[in-house]
């Protein structure tokens, strides 16, 4: 064998240099240390609390693990070799993707890219121009993108003792929740627990049991697509420790029972103290019927109609329109062109008016006008129907102005529930648990908005190639002065510092999901007193890894759900679940 020859780095230069780095990093650190204040005494035992649910970690299921990854192994081979077979050799591999826009392009189809906003109107576009091939191409692409790949990182990350530890960051979001690291368990492939449930259940028996190749055919023969099947066990690999079970509680639509309750929608937290109580519908249901003026109970006999009241409500309480609907509707298999009979047979009228005054417009997301104009009208439905909450956003918003343009003047909002602050170089926004968000470097800015407007009341945005020949028809020019925050931070996606403009719905955004942090925190800390020992928690979720005989899922659910007495008025309630594998 030849010897290999290291080369160290050890000169006195060299380590003088290191040195002088060092000694760098520790002045910083220490400049940094001075500027920021300490930890409230509430917040430590938070931070506590996250060094020991990370120091414990939880256990993963290394044979079913490794058997996964061989069967997806075997399934890419195949996926491959089929998107050779339809491409005439002309893409090798599903993942070269800049070869499958050439083909697509190929066959007659403008493609640019095939990245995961373009596929549906392409395989729309695949359907039209009869061309099967494409479509199927395009689906394989899908199927070999799932997100399995976490399966190579659990192996990369475990511990000699079968645990993976360090997978939360303390704080990672603005808001003060949790992020994800290592695992990432916080975006785990997503599943509904009663439709998925037995075929996991399933999935996990047959990987177990077969080899990896008979395990591929099988599950490739009862569910078609074998890597969205391994997609959907990501959270069974996460089991207990022999003798113990899981036990998790789940805060139930927290972030919808808060919205109200912050804003004093009072019809709405009715409904939901009904529906807790066994005596009223769901509020998908019930979000339906006020935008629509349908009785829920019969919404709920209409799966159709309840699912877009579920994507309304996940997706309009924070200002969102039409892009943020898609994006919602596209987790839950809802697609815009089903949406517009729908819409056209309970709001006709509503759904014309869109179509006439804003024919004009030009950001439509790529949308036919009747889909368009049926997304906004159920968004407009669903912003009818919570005018509180409405009103909430331009409240908070103008709070948010008032206060940094007045510094060191305390603006109170939502009836007392929060208010802003600026000082210090932060604007300063108080929760209703007294905990506080900061936002950097804010000051107030002046925008001016131009627009078209017609005869009828319809407008466009401005366009100097079209305003000549609108103005020449009796169009008209508006424009209004208005002020915003804007605040410096850290932009995840781009990982840089950036500037970001508030506006009233992110504002809502942050309150809201900061007030389900501390509603979750506060339950934890109680669970940790009764003697539960969490080992992760997942959004609105803990999960707890306990002796089998100790506890229950039910007493979880009440630990989590006891409330706080600055949270008076606000119903909570909480979905609980136990096994030996992490099963929601």
Known sequence: MNAVAYEWWDSPENLSRVMSYCDQDVVTETEIDGLLPHLTAAER??????????????????????????VRD?????????????????????????????????QGIACDSIGKGVQEELMLHADADNLPLVREAIELRQAAAKPVSKFATMLECVCADGRAR????????????????????QNLYRVDPERDGDDI??????????????????????????MVALAKIMRAVIVAAEGNTLKGADLANIEGRLQAWIAGEEWKLEAFRAY?????????????????????????????????????????????????????????????????????????????WWCDRYKGA?????????????????????????????????DVQDAAIEAVANPGQVVTVLDGKVSYLAARGFLWCRLPSGRVLAYCNPRVVQT?????????????????GVAEVMLSIGWVRKERLRRRVDYDGYEGETRRWTSFALYGGMQFNHIVQGTARDVLVEGMLRAEAAG???????????????PAWFGSARELEELLTAGEPWLAGCPLAASGWEGVRYGK
């Open 45 to 70: 035992k938070v931070w506590e609390l996250d060094q020991r649910i990370n120091d414990r970690g939880f256990r993963l299921d290394i044979p079913l693990i490794e058997r996964a990854l061989a």
């Open 74 to 106: 075997i399934a890419k081979r195949g996926l491959d070799a089929r998107m050779r077979e339809i491409t005439g050799g002309a893409v090798g591999k599903c993942s070269e993707v800049a070869k499958l826009a050439a083909w697509i392009r190929s």
């Open 166 to 185: 360090g997978q939360l960051a303390y704080h990672g979001a603005s808001s003060g929740r949790w992020a994800g690291r290592l695992i990432q368990p």
């Open 201 to 226: 259940a399933r999935t996990v028996d047959i990987l177990l049991t077969h080899s990896a190749q008979d395990a591929c055919d099988m599950i490739g023969m009862l569910f078609g697509n074998v």
């Open 276 to 352: 807790d109580a066994g005596t009223g519908p769901d509020l998908y249901c019930v979000a339906y019927g006020k935008a629509f003026g349908e009785d829920p109970g019969a919404v709920k006999k209409q799966k159709s109609k309840r699912q877009i009241g579920k994507v309304m409500e996940l997706s309009a309480g924070y200002q969102g329109s039409v892009g943020s609907f898609l994006n919602m509707g596209k987790n839950y298999g809802l697609k815009p062109a089903a949406l517009v009979p729908v819409i056209q047979q309970v709001a006709l009228d509503r759904w014309l």
């Open 362 to 394: 030009r950001d439509k997301h790529g949308l036919p006008m009747d889909q368009w104009a049926a997304i906004k009208t159920i968004v407009q439905g669903w912003r009818e129907g919570h005018p509180k909450i409405v009103q909430a956003w331009w």
């Open 448 to 464: 001016r908005e131009v627009w078209l407007e017609g005869p009828n009341g319809e407008t466009i945005e401005w366009d100097e």
């Open 532 to 546: 539960y020992v969490i080992v992760l928690t997942v959004h609105d979720e803990v999960v707890d890894e306990s």
